[in-house]
T-cell receptor, first 112, second 114 residues
Framework: GQQVMQIPQYQHVQEGEDFTTYCNSS?????IQWYKQRPGGHPVFLIQ?????EVKKQKRLTFQFGEAKKNSSLHITATQTTDVGTYFCAGRDGGSQGNLIFGKGTKLSVKP | NAGVTQTPKFQVLKTGQSMTLQCAQD?????MSWYRQDPGMGLRLIHYSVGAGITDQGEVPNGYNVSRSTTEDFPLRLLSAAPSQTSVYFC?????????????FGPGTRLTVL
């Protein structure tokens, strides 16, 4: 079945450093969504990418969807302590009306 | 709007006990789902529903039952709790099961089975 792999599993950065998490699917995705989960909290929707090669920005966060629609990335510029949490990507197989398949997430810690 | 609500927030069970985790949403969403979250495993889909009266199995359905008698409510039943079911359970909803809808998550239920 479809798999969504996410790396790295953990990332420790100094405040002000950049951070990137990568998401790869075994199949072509119709779209990809990104969620953030703060420690002790629940996942919260950040953004959705639909088009091949799409790039979207939210302040210091940049999201990309690969040309083949099989990979995506989230890049945070100049991390802040408020960025701490786990970032999940989630995608659906483009050929089915299946449910979201979540990656295992990247847990970001930021040292002040 | 309260969004997605879940009760209880915490629960401790003994092996073999049964219980129901409650989930409700007030956004008139068609699609509702249950996930479990274990360390290093991400979010795994247990059961989902595309509308009242319709439910289906997700990736890890064994040991759980669901029903959807109303649009608002989607309870998850543990039939005979096992230590392997110790986890954090999240309920989520979206406007429809369409590919392009974001999911709204509840605050979660932290379940420990002894």
């Amino acid at each position: 079945g479809q798999q969504v792999m996410q790396i790295p599993q953990y990332q420790h950065v100094q405040e002000g450093e950049d951070f990137t998490t990568y998401c790869n699917s075994s199949t072509t995705l119709s779209n990809i969504q990104w969620y953030k989960q703060r420690p002790g909290g629940h996942p919260v929707f950040l953004i959705q990418l639909v088009k091949s090669g799409e790039v979207k920005k939210q302040k210091r966060l940049t999201f990309q969807f690969g040309e083949a629609k099989k990979n995506s990335s989230l890049h945070i510029t100049a991390t802040q302590t408020t960025d701490v949490g786990t970032y999940f990507c989630a995608g659906r197989d483009g050929g089915s009306q299946g449910n979201l398949i979540f990656g295992k997430g990247t847990k970001l810690s930021v040292k002040p | 709007n309260a969004g997605v609500t879940q009760t209880p927030k915490f629960q401790v069970l003994k092996t073999g006990q049964s219980m129901t985790l409650q989930c409700a949403q007030d956004m008139n969403h068609e699609y509702m789902s249950w996930y479990r979250q274990d360390p290093g495993m991400g979010l795994r889909l247990i059961h989902y529903s595309v509308g009242a009266g319709i439910t289906d199995q997700g990736e890890v359905p064994n040991g759980y039952n669901v029903s959807r008698s109303t649009t608002e409510d989607f309870p998850l039943r543990l039939l005979s709790a096992a230590p392997s079911q110790t986890s954090v359970y999240f309920c989520a909803s979206s406007y429809s099961s369409s590919t392009y809808n974001e999911q709204f998550f509840g605050p979660g239920t932290r379940l420990t089975v002894l």
